[in-house]
Each structure stands twice: as structure tokens, then as C-alpha cells.
């Protein structure tokens, strides 16, 4: 397919997306604005009127938090979808109403932040689906993409399965990998002569286990909307969350790094959760009712395919999403990481031709410097555990106990609460705790020790 000349200069005709999950549905509709025509490849039927879990998603059955950077994005995309959401039945969290557990006391509560929108991955994805579908540029087309079709070192097309074993070419002016860890870019771009990514990986063996309950209104929960509760690291490696989510349900999660892994039956999973260090989350387990049963998912850790450092790129051809930087899923990061990564493209679209070979080297490194704080938080995190292995940047035992008092201060102080949560949002870089105002309270508030107390303070 050739570019198509017009008098206000060059149309763009079609762009392949490879794979149809949040990062290739917003990378969809990013590129819907550039080119006539878009078209979505997922070996899934992506039936839009479906809300259920799709099999190329098993990790849809756990709990997906979409940070405050993410839900920005989300509704600068598709203006108002966050109302749609709590139309549907999407649950709005407070902020001073979530009951965050971490080194022996609750955080400071912060009435003033912007609350959690908390719903299932699978209605989440049903929306924006339906929203790219109806823009009239995005088609959607069921197969799997086997290889790439290159001519003399620029991608122009994938070669296609469909699930009758019918294999069809489809030309483009550029190809989006967005198939996630399972991504096959390394291999293609051997193939065709260019040199595949460094990957840096950080393996902390991460385990969770989750189970939905009904979520009644006679259950004691203290005011609060939602837990996150993290074990002391020098005691155990255990973590558990309880959201409200539509349908009147409580999705839970127990999980735990190298090898601390929840059972499955209902028995074990409350003895479990009664380990943590929060009766909160076990109490909601003990007293509501199960439903269905338990499913389980595991990663190696946090990986990182480091495209921005390659000295050639083929033209017309990137990769988003986890296909480039897949973190830790224990802290909620990943549709937020796939949403910056598309703003990134947005704006490498408006700097360079996508048919310049320079048009990847200046997305990859604006995708770059877009995820490298959530990989610097969610990997420096994992680097608390002594088990934890992978390249371990030398400042980070250092900015680990800092962040240590950092914690500890937000329990006394909403002002460094407030701070967490905007680095832990996606909102705010984590340098931001650095300045020398944060530097300060950090300080005077974190001598007072942990707070040891029942429920969050809500400082005057």
C-alpha cells in the first residue's frame, strides 16, 4: 500500500496494530487521528458487546488499577469515559477512605486527592473497545500475526493467520507490536537483519492468588472503601488488596514474592490472609461470600526490552506496551505504563515521519523516559527483598531506606502522603520527593516512629 498524496501533503493509509488488549486499543486510537484506515489484529474474537474475560488475558481475572496518570489519559482519549465507568458500575474510592497498611501503620488519610475509580480489567477494556470501534477508523479482524513483511530493511506489512489456517498479507505504512511478554519482536527483527533489544529483567518470582466475593452492605468495614496492605519486608513477603468492584463484589488479592504464594482453597486462603499484618482484608473473606473459585497467576518479575538503545531501527516498525517494558503487577503500574507509552507515540507522530527510520529512535526514547519512573519504583521496590536479582542500580539500598522514612512520615503527615500517592499514581516523578519541603517533613515526621495505630489519621 503507497502513501496517498493530497493537497495538504501526505496521507497515511493503514497501520496494523498487533494486538487488541489496553495498550494496542489506545495505541488504536492514537493512530486512527493519522492514518484512513486502522486495523487491530487479536488471535481473541474482540466482540464488543463482550465484558467477560477474554483467553489472551488470563491475568484479567485479577485486580487492574487504572492510576490517576492513566485515568488522564484515558479521558483525554475518549472524553467522559471515567463517568460511563461509574455508570456501569465502576466503584469510586475516596481517597481518605483507602486504608493503605505499609511498615507497621496505616498512611495518613488525604481527603483531597482525587479518588480511585475501581472496576474489573474486563469492563474496563469493553468500554475503550467500543469507544475505538466507534471512531470509524478501527477495524478489528481475528488471527494471528506470524511474521513481519519487510523490503529492503523497512517493515511494510504482517503476514496473518486467521482461525481457519488462511494466511493473508496485510500492507501498512507502519506495524505496532502490542502483544505484550509473549512479544515475538525480538525474533522478527533478527529475521529481517536488525539487531534485537537488551533485556534487563529483575526477577522477584511474583505469586498472587485472587478470589471474588459478594459485597454486602451489613459487613463491618470501618468506613473504609478499599485495603492495600504490604507485610514488613523483614518479616515476610506477603501483600493483599481488597477492591469493590461493579456487580457489588470485593475482588482480593493475596500475593507474596519468591515463593510466598496464597492456597487456593477457601480454608487456606483465610489462614493466609490472617498472616497479614491487618485483620481487614481476612475479616472480609471470613464473613462474605465466595464467588467462584480461586484463580492464580504468577511472573518471573519486571522486564524491560531497552529498544532506545539500539543504533538502527527498521522503519515502520514499534512495539508498546508490555512488548517494551512489563513491570511487577503488584503495584498496578502496567495500563498506566501502556497509556504513557502512547502519549509518546502521539507525540513522536508529531515530530517525525513514520516512514523515517529516525521515527522509532525518537519514540523509543521518549517511551523511555516516559516508563523509567515506574520501572525505577516498582524495581526498587522489589530490591527491599535480598532475594530479589537483576541489575541493582548502586543508589538504591540508599533510596530505599529513604523512602523507608517516607512512608513512616505519611503516616503522621497527609502532606507526604498526598506525595506518595502522586509517585505512586504516575502523576508526580519520584524526585518530587526530594525537594527540599518534602526532605523536610520526611525528617521531622518519620523520628516519630511508625504509628502502630487501627485505622488511618485524618490530620487537621
Given at each position: 500500500?503507497?502513501?496517498?498524496?493530497?493537497?495538504?501533503?501526505?496521507?497515511?493509509?493503514?497501520?496494523?496494530?498487533?494486538?487488541?488488549?489496553?495498550?494496542?486499543?489506545?495505541?488504536?486510537?492514537?493512530?486512527?487521528?493519522?492514518?484512513?484506515?486502522?486495523?487491530?489484529?487479536?488471535?481473541?474474537?474482540?466482540?464488543?458487546?463482550?465484558?467477560?474475560?477474554?483467553?489472551?488475558?488470563?491475568?484479567?481475572?485479577h485486580p487492574h488499577?487504572?492510576?490517576?496518570?492513566?485515568?488522564?489519559?484515558?479521558?483525554?482519549?475518549?472524553?467522559?469515559?471515567?463517568?460511563?465507568?461509574?455508570?456501569?458500575?465502576?466503584?469510586?474510592?475516596?481517597?481518605?477512605?483507602?486504608?493503605?497498611?505499609?511498615?507497621?501503620?496505616?498512611?495518613?488519610?488525604?481527603?483531597?486527592?482525587?479518588?480511585?475509580?475501581?472496576?474489573?480489567?474486563?469492563?474496563?477494556?469493553?468500554?475503550?473497545?467500543?469507544?475505538?470501534?466507534?471512531?470509524?477508523?478501527?477495524?478489528f479482524r481475528t488471527?494471528?500475526?506470524?511474521?513481519?513483511?519487510?523490503?529492503?530493511?523497512?517493515?511494510?506489512?504482517?503476514?496473518?493467520?486467521?482461525?481457519?489456517?488462511?494466511?493473508?498479507?496485510?500492507?501498512?505504512?507502519?506495524?505496532?507490536?502490542?502483544?505484550?511478554?509473549?512479544?515475538?519482536?525480538?525474533?522478527?527483527?533478527?529475521?529481517?537483519?536488525?539487531?534485537?533489544?537488551?533485556?534487563?529483567?529483575?526477577?522477584?518470582?511474583?505469586?498472587?492468588?485472587?478470589?471474588?466475593?459478594?459485597?454486602?452492605?451489613?459487613?463491618?468495614?470501618?468506613?473504609?472503601?478499599?485495603?492495600?496492605?504490604?507485610?514488613?519486608?523483614?518479616?515476610?513477603?506477603?501483600?493483599?488488596?481488597?477492591?469493590?468492584?461493579?456487580?457489588?463484589?470485593?475482588?482480593?488479592?493475596?500475593?507474596?514474592?519468591?515463593?510466598?504464594?496464597?492456597?487456593?482453597?477457601?480454608?487456606?486462603?483465610?489462614?493466609?490472609?490472617?498472616?497479614?499484618?491487618?485483620?481487614?482484608?481476612?475479616?472480609?473473606?471470613?464473613?462474605?461470600?465466595?464467588?467462584?473459585?480461586?484463580?492464580?497467576?504468577?511472573?518471573?518479575?519486571?522486564?524491560?526490552?531497552?529498544?532506545?538503545?539500539?543504533?538502527?531501527?527498521?522503519?515502520?516498525?514499534?512495539?508498546?506496551?508490555?512488548?517494551?517494558?512489563?513491570?511487577?503487577?503488584?503495584?498496578?503500574?502496567?495500563?498506566?505504563?501502556?497509556?504513557?507509552?502512547?502519549?509518546?507515540?502521539?507525540?513522536?507522530?508529531?515530530?517525525?515521519?513514520?516512514?523515517?527510520?529516525?521515527?522509532?529512535?525518537?519514540?523509543?526514547?521518549?517511551?523511555?523516559?516516559?516508563?523509567?519512573?515506574?520501572?525505577?519504583?516498582?524495581?526498587?521496590?522489589?530490591?527491599?527483598?535480598?532475594?530479589?536479582?537483576?541489575?541493582?542500580?548502586?543508589?538504591?539500598?540508599?533510596?530505599?531506606?529513604?523512602?523507608?522514612?517516607?512512608?513512616?512520615?505519611?503516616?503522621?503527615?497527609?502532606?507526604?502522603?498526598?506525595?506518595?500517592?502522586?509517585?505512586?499514581?504516575?502523576?508526580?516523578?519520584?524526585?518530587?520527593?526530594?525537594?527540599?519541603?518534602?526532605?523536610?517533613?520526611?525528617?521531622?515526621?518519620?523520628?516519630r516512629g511508625p504509628?502502630?495505630?487501627?485505622?488511618?489519621?485524618?490530620?487537621?
Amino acid at each position: 500500500m503507497s502513501v496517498a498524496e493530497t493537497e495538504g501533503g501526505v496521507t497515511l493509509q493503514r497501520a496494523v496494530v498487533i494486538g487488541g488488549s489496553i495498550a494496542g486499543l489506545l495505541t488504536g486510537q492514537v493512530l486512527s487521528v493519522e492514518f484512513d484506515e486502522v486495523v487491530v489484529i487479536d488471535r481473541d474474537d474482540l466482540d464488543t458487546a463482550s465484558s467477560s474475560v477474554r483467553r489472551g488475558v488470563p491475568q484479567a481475572r485479577h485486580p487492574h488499577t487504572l492510576l490517576r496518570r492513566g485515568e488522564q489519559i484515558l479521558n483525554t482519549l475518549f472524553p467522559g469515559i471515567t463517568d460511563e465507568l461509574i455508570r456501569h458500575g465502576a466503584v469510586v474510592m475516596p481517597m481518605d477512605r483507602v486504608w493503605w497498611w505499609q511498615h507497621r501503620g496505616y498512611r495518613a488519610a488525604v481527603p483531597d486527592a482525587a479518588p480511585i475509580i475501581s472496576c474489573s480489567r474486563p469492563l474496563l477494556e469493553c468500554l475503550v473497545r467500543e469507544h475505538v470501534e466507534g471512531n470509524g477508523v478501527v477495524e478489528f479482524r481475528t488471527g494471528e500475526t506470524v511474521d513481519l513483511i519487510s523490503n529492503g530493511g523497512a517493515v511494510t506489512g504482517v503476514c496473518v493467520r486467521d482461525p481457519s489456517g488462511t494466511s493473508t498479507e496485510i500492507k501498512a505504512e507502519l506495524v505496532v507490536d502490542c502483544t505484550g511478554r509473549r512479544s515475538r519482536a525480538d525474533h522478527w527483527l533478527t529475521e529481517i537483519g536488525y539487531p534485537s533489544p537488551e533485556m534487563q529483567l529483575v526477577q522477584s518470582d511474583v505469586r498472587y492468588t485472587t478470589r471474588v466475593f459478594h459485597r454486602s452492605t451489613s459487613v463491618r468495614t470501618d468506613g473504609a472503601a478499599g485495603y492495600f496492605v504490604i507485610s514488613d519486608p523483614k518479616a515476610k513477603k506477603r501483600f493483599g488488596t481488597a477492591m469493590p468492584i461493579e456487580g457489588d463484589r470485593w475482588i482480593i488479592t493475596l500475593a507474596g514474592l519468591h515463593g510466598e504464594g496464597a492456597p487456593t482453597d477457601l480454608a487456606g486462603y483465610l489462614s493466609w490472609a490472617q498472616t497479614l499484618p491487618t485483620a481487614k482484608i481476612a475479616s472480609i473473606i471470613e464473613d462474605e461470600r465466595p464467588i467462584g473459585a480461586a484463580v492464580r497467576y504468577r511472573l518471573p518479575g519486571s522486564e524491560w526490552r531497552m529498544f532506545h538503545r539500539l543504533a538502527a531501527h527498521p522503519s515502520g516498525f514499534v512495539c508498546v506496551g508490555d512488548s517494551v517494558c512489563s513491570l511487577n503487577a503488584l503495584y498496578g503500574q502496567g495500563m498506566t505504563s501502556a497509556a504513557v507509552q502512547v502519549v509518546a507515540l502521539r507525540e513522536a507522530l508529531a515530530r517525525s515521519d513514520v516512514m523515517d527510520p529516525e521515527f522509532a529512535r525518537t519514540f523509543y526514547r521518549l517511551s523511555a523516559r516516559a516508563v523509567s519512573p515506574a520501572w525505577a519504583t516498582a524495581t526498587g521496590a522489589d530490591f527491599i527483598y535480598p532475594e530479589t536479582r537483576g541489575h541493582r542500580p548502586w543508589p538504591t539500598k540508599m533510596i530505599n531506606r529513604y523512602v523507608t522514612k517516607c512512608v513512616v512520615a505519611g503516616q503522621h503527615d497527609s502532606t507526604i502522603a498526598t506525595s506518595l500517592w502522586d509517585v505512586a499514581n504516575m502523576v508526580k516523578h519520584p524526585t518530587s520527593l526530594l525537594s527540599p519541603s518534602a526532605l523536610a517533613r520526611t525528617v521531622r515526621y518519620s523520628r516519630r516512629g511508625p504509628l502502630l495505630s487501627y485505622k488511618p489519621i485524618t490530620p487537621r
